[in-house]
């Protein structure tokens, strides 16, 4: 009967998924060591993580994952738990290394076009020739894996085990997107996705960047006031409509900033305006001058209207936001106009 060896070994480890992700634990990297003695099996893991439930599941299924393996004897799986490094600078708001300015895209509700607007600016703010990031922090939606391509590519992890980061148009990339299978949901608890979105900031390798840009989900709820809390912020961007439903939640969202001593960098008005291809009129759809008016009340700058463009949301589906694929577009132009005031307003 044939003995398990380090290449059975490893295949076996590797169908077995991290708990609440579609990677296996051996792209993760925590298999520190793998051997064989005869039919006997040992393996070495190590997780940053403080829930002792994840731990269990992992060995649980790796000794079931490893007993399989046809002439397999004794098998033991020793895990060695280690506490997720905290942030730098002690208690409070703490810098992420490398990266000189984070600037968090929010919304007071869904629907606005939060994302469209955080990965347009990202992107407009790489084509600037800054060094760009953007990491979705929306864990249970996210979409920044869709709006750049290549959702089906998956991020490997560096000698220090840090999370690599996708590269799409010149912007580094962490979305929970890439994790993920696309029909697969992200069923996690408050305190678990706390924990992923601090691994997604401090434990991606960034890199040396002008810019972070963070898609915040809406709301106000818990990764909002973690990032907060955690993150030093150069400044928060609201994006809305101009439809009063909007404005009262975009509200919200501004008071939370001001609450916690964050910036208002300014609002962007997103769907401002559509001009029909047919008839060359422009229609206001939801209102017009909310933004602006919001913006006046407020006493920060309104810095852009964004039109409704049918391209812009092709170009978002299809991975290939509006500012890599339709520069002359109207949308572009009001993006790489943004991308220009907040740079000066940051300098």
Not at 251 to 273: C, D, H
């Amino acid at each position: 009967m044939p003995q398990p060896d380090q290449d059975s070994i490893r295949a076996a480890l590797a169908t077995v998924k991290y708990p609440g992700f579609s990677r296996d634990i051996v792209s993760f990297g925590i298999v520190k060591e793998a051997t064989a003695n005869g039919a006997d099996i040992s393996v070495q893991l190590v997780l940053a993580t403080n829930d002792t439930g994840t731990a269990k599941k992992i060995q649980a299924d790796c000794t079931a994952a490893l007993q399989a393996i046809p002439g397999a004897g004794r098998v033991d799986v020793r895990i060695d738990i280690q506490a997720p490094a905290a942030p730098t600078g002690g208690a409070g708001p703490a810098r992420i290394d490398g990266v000189k300015h984070i600037i968090a895209v929010a919304s007071g509700k869904g629907g606005v076009g939060k994302s469209t607007v955080a990965a347009n600016l990202a992107l407009a703010l790489a084509r600037s020739g800054a060094a760009t990031g953007l990491c979705d922090c929306d864990i249970y939606g996210p979409s920044i894996a869709l709006m750049f391509g290549g959702a089906n590519e998956r991020p490997t992890a560096d000698e220090e085990n840090r999370i690599i980061p996708i590269r799409r148009h010149g912007v580094a990339l962490m979305s929970m997107g890439y994790l993920l299978d696309e029909h697969s949901p992200a069923v996690l608890r408050g305190p678990m996705v706390t924990r992923y979105t601090q691994q997604f900031l401090r434990q991606v390798a960034w890199g040396e960047l002008d810019f972070l840009v963070l898609d915040l989900p809406p709301g106000t709820g818990d990764i909002q006031l973690t990032i907060v809390q955690t993150v030093a912020l150069s400044g928060a961007i609201i994006v809305t409509t101009p439809q009063e439903v909007a404005l009262i939640d975009a509200r919200k969202a501004i008071a939370m900033f001001e609450k916690t001593n964050v910036p208002v960098l300014g609002i962007v008005e997103n769907m401002s305006w559509f001009l029909c291809p047919g008839d060359g009129k422009r229609y206001d759809i939801f209102g017009t001058g909310g933004g602006a008016r919001e913006a006046a009340r407020l006493k920060v700058p309104l810095l852009g209207e964004i039109p409704i463009e049918p391209k812009v949301r092709e170009a978002g589906d299809t991975g290939l936001p509006a500012v890599a694929s339709h520069t002359e577009s109207e949308a572009a132009k009001a993006f790489l106009s943004v991308a220009g005031k907040i740079q000066s307003v940051l300098a």
